[in-house]
């Protein structure tokens, strides 16, 4: 289905505000999850890969079925995958992507285990060779946790860049990181930004405008650079952050939202997250098992 037959998308674009977004006034809870569902169904860029089943974690190693299963549930409604990582199973979700006609966002996950790295940028680089990926990504939100120094950073970027002289090749953090640090943007072919206005306590009535100047901040940095938004999303469930509240009906406005304006403003953006996934619980509080558009049991949540 594309975007232009389905009949709620044309309603939702019909009410569309702007910078505030689409109009919810008049739209009951039931008529919210019919639009959520025919949104999501047109399709949309991108999503982030949620590999983990419950009780698994990274570390453990996920076998190419269980990639496969999900990839088939996910591939009618997007264009593109991202994956976080290229060991322990994760170097299956490029390839099985490929098989099944999406492009790859391909990310090597650094950190201050400086073997490890090796690892993931070898793995990243071999991916790559095998035409496995169409973006490589060094590193995710490394200079956030503060893991490596920017030189070091910089160092990782330059070396995938020469190995990969015809893939595009960037490096995924929060939007302000890139005006921060000009000498990422310099080394990057592309912008990789993180918006989440859940993070900064956005109320929702106010999140896609936040997420508007979040990625204007960072196509200002880019200074003539493509920008692509790698992660934005809403959680369904658990605790609340300042105004932004997590509960179904958000995450469903959210949702509707960020890909109605993807599509007016020809933004390209990767959802987070398609499926549910425990482990998140102790590293984001409860809310981190609940960015999925699928619940931890790969059912559609509405």
């Not at 190693?61 to 976080?84: A, G, P």
Request: hydrophobic share 35%.
């Amino acid at each position: 289905m594309s975007y232009r037959e389905g009949h709620h998308f044309s309603l939702a674009k019909n009410n569309y505000k702007g910078h505030s977004g689409v109009d919810f006034s008049q739209v009951s809870v039931e008529e919210l999850r019919e639009l959520w569902l025919e949104v999501l169904q047109n399709g949309m860029h991108g999503l982030c890969f949620s590999m983990y089943e419950d009780g698994q974690k990274p570390g453990d190693v996920i076998t190419v079925e269980q990639v496969q299963r999900r990839i088939n549930i996910i591939k009618l409604y997007t264009k593109w995958v991202r994956s976080f990582s290229c060991i322990e199973g994760n170097e299956h979700i490029p390839r099985v992507a490929k098989k099944n006609g999406l492009k790859t966002l391909v990310g090597a996950w650094l950190s201050d285990d400086l073997e490890m790295n090796e690892t993931e940028i070898e793995a990243l680089i071999a991916l790559a060779n095998e035409g496995c990926v169409d973006i490589a990504a060094v590193g995710n939100e490394v200079l956030y946790r503060n893991d490596l120094t920017k030189e070091q950073l910089l160092e990782y970027i330059n070396r995938v860049k020469q190995a990969l002289p015809d893939i595009q090749v960037g490096y995924v953090d929060a939007y302000y990181e890139f005006t921060q640090h000009p000498e990422i943007v310099d080394a990057s072919d592309v912008v990789l930004s993180n918006c989440y206005p859940y993070w900064e306590g956005c109320p929702i009535e106010h999140s896609l405008n936040h997420m508007q100047q979040m990625f204007g901040q960072a196509t200002d940095a880019a200074r003539g650079k493509k920008v692509i938004i790698t992660e934005t999303g809403w959680p369904s469930q658990g605790s609340s952050l300042k105004g932004a509240v997590s509960n179904a009906e958000n995450a469903m406005k959210y949702f509707i939202n960020s890909q109605v304006w993807s599509a007016k403003d020809n933004v390209e953006i990767f959802y987070f997250s398609s499926f549910d996934e425990s482990w998140k619980v102790g590293s984001e509080g409860d809310v981190g098992a609940y960015w999925g558009l699928w619940d931890k049991n790969e059912k559609l949540k509405f």
